[in-house]
């Protein structure tokens, strides 16, 4: 079964809202075993509409269209379908009845145009949409399924799981839906990744391996079509097992979880706290840190010790370290260090994590931008720091930064 969903709108391709139906009904389809294999976007224009649908005809089983639904005479879906499958608009009555009973409670005049929200194809089944007025449709012609959808996603998102998702499974008998796991992996490339399991990836049927990348994190997911999730991990448990033989040293989650969501519920597991010093990142690590939701427990607080002055009359970094002949500066090991172990002894943390380096987008101290040392101190254990050379400008240098010192934090606290 190929399905193709069509977004109708000319506000999508200006860019002014994001296509954030697509996404989700994908998710929902893959759900019940049925796979999506086109999105297509279109402008409020009844020549091009009927160009997509012409075209996810003969290429696709099932066609769900998204928006159009509407009053006004730019609102062309339910028409352009009609036209393309030769079937009347009439008239779906208990939605018109709802559309005139709303008019009337509010004291509102109903202008003509509201009653197109009540139109429905001759012959399809009509789809109650509960939070809004607009009707959706179903129907079969010719082979091909057809399902209309309003676009805002308050009306969409009950209408697809409580009247279409029903629609479609008394139809489809027998569909197995998609199983995944994700593996989460830090501390490598995507393109390192996926040369040590090039050779699964050339080979493989189902399960299918899908690699992504955002930064500083990778994730691999493996995907399955199964009757049961029981027989779904049977399936993946081979192919996850030789993944995690080959890279298990990089695997820090078997779920979709960030790096920073990762540490801090590993912290707060063990009961451990964490405070950080950062210089060249400038907050971004304690960003990240306060982006999880309960991370209080874990996370204590940090310093953004951005200048020399700062490192030392704040954090305590010995002066000699910064400046004078001979001295390593603020960018080096020594000065990731020192920072790593004030800050935990200043919070009264259990553990303590720094960044210092040349963001850019000039050197620094002679030392050219990407040159990172992260420090990281772990109480009653020796402090230790990473050097790291990162490519790419200021904003991603700060970023991966942030994200490498989590992962040498996750290294040092399984070790």
């Known amino acids: 079964m190929k399905a193709e969903i069509i977004a109708v709108g000319t506000e999508l391709l200006m860019g002014q809202i994001a296509n954030t139906n697509a996404q989700y009904l994908s998710k929902g389809l893959a759900d019940i075993g049925i796979g999506v294999?086109?999105?297509?976007?279109?402008?409020?224009?009844?020549?091009?509409?009927k160009e997509a649908l012409e075209i996810a005809k003969s290429r696709a089983d099932l066609i769900i269209c998204t928006g159009g639904l509407g009053p006004t005479q730019?609102?062309?879906?339910?028409?352009?379908?009609?036209?393309?499958?030769?079937?009347p608009l009439v008239i779906h009555q208990p939605s018109m009845d709802k559309i005139t009973e709303l008019f009337a409670r509010r004291g509102a005049l109903m202008v003509e145009s509201n009653a197109r929200?009540?139109?429905?194809?001759?012959?399809?089944?009509?789809?109650?949409?509960?939070?809004?007025?607009?009707?959706?449709?179903?129907?079969t012609q010719d082979g091909t399924h057809y399902i209309v959808l309003p676009g805002?996603?308050?009306?969409?998102?009950?209408?697809?799981?409580?009247?279409?998702?029903?629609?479609?499974?008394?139809?489809?008998?027998?569909?197995?839906?998609?199983?995944?796991?994700?593996?989460?992996?830090?501390?490598i490339g995507e393109s390192l990744l996926e040369h040590r399991l090039i050779d699964l990836?050339?080979?493989?049927?189902?399960?299918?391996?899908?690699?992504?990348?955002?930064?500083?994190e990778v994730a691999i997911r493996l995907t399955t079509r199964a009757a049961s999730a029981d027989e779904a991990a049977v399936r993946l448990k081979p192919l996850e097992e030789e993944i995690r033989s080959?890279?298990?040293?990089?695997?820090?989650?078997?779920?979709?979880?960030?790096?920073?969501?990762?540490?801090?519920?590993?912290?707060?597991d063990e009961g451990r706290t964490l405070a950080v010093a950062e210089s060249c990142t400038g907050g971004q690590l304690s960003d990240l840190l306060t982006s999880v939701p309960g991370g209080q427990g874990a996370f204590v607080g940090g310093i953004i010790s951005y200048t020399n002055e700062v490192k030392?009359?704040?954090?305590?970094?010995?002066?000699?370290?910064?400046?004078?002949?001979?001295?390593?500066?603020?960018?080096?090991?020594?000065?990731?260090?020192?920072?790593?172990?004030?800050?935990?002894?200043?919070?009264?943390?259990?553990?303590?994590?720094?960044?210092?380096?040349?963001?850019?987008?000039?050197?620094?101290?002679?030392?050219?931008?990407?040159?990172?040392?992260?420090?990281?101190?772990?109480?009653?254990?020796?402090?230790?720091?990473?050097?790291?050379?990162?490519?790419?400008?200021?904003?991603?240098?700060?970023?991966?930064?942030?994200?490498?010192?989590?992962?040498?934090?996750?290294?040092?606290?399984?070790?």
């Open 37 to 49: 294999y086109f999105h297509t976007v279109v402008g409020d224009n009844v020549g091009r509409i």
């Open 74 to 87: 730019d609102d062309l879906t339910k028409d352009v379908l009609g036209e393309v499958l030769g079937r």
């Open 117 to 139: 929200q009540a139109l429905m194809l001759e012959g399809s089944e009509p789809l109650a949409n509960e939070t809004g007025l607009a009707v959706g449709n179903a129907l």
């Open 152 to 187: 805002p996603p308050r009306e969409m998102k009950p209408m697809f799981e409580h009247e279409a998702m029903l629609w479609l499974q008394s139809r489809f008998q027998g569909l197995q839906p998609l199983h995944s796991i994700i593996l989460k992996f830090a501390g």
């Open 201 to 216: 990836i050339d080979a493989q049927t189902d399960p299918t391996i899908a690699p992504y990348a955002k930064e500083g």
């Open 246 to 268: 080959r890279l298990g040293e990089y695997i820090y989650a078997s779920d979709d979880l960030t790096l920073e969501e990762f540490i801090v519920r590993k912290l707060g």
């Open 312 to 415: 030392r009359d704040v954090l305590g970094v010995p002066a000699e370290l910064l400046e004078g002949e001979g001295a390593p500066g603020a960018v080096s090991t020594e000065t990731a260090i020192a920072m790593a172990e004030r800050v935990m002894e200043l919070c009264g943390a259990d553990c303590g994590l720094s960044v210092t380096g040349v963001a850019g987008p000039g050197e620094a101290e002679g030392k050219p931008v990407g040159l990172v040392y992260v420090g990281i101190a772990v109480r009653g254990r020796q402090t230790e720091a990473v050097e790291l050379q990162i490519a790419g400008n200021r904003s991603t240098v700060k970023l991966r930064a942030s994200k490498s010192a989590l992962y040498h934090l996750w290294v040092r606290l399984k070790s």
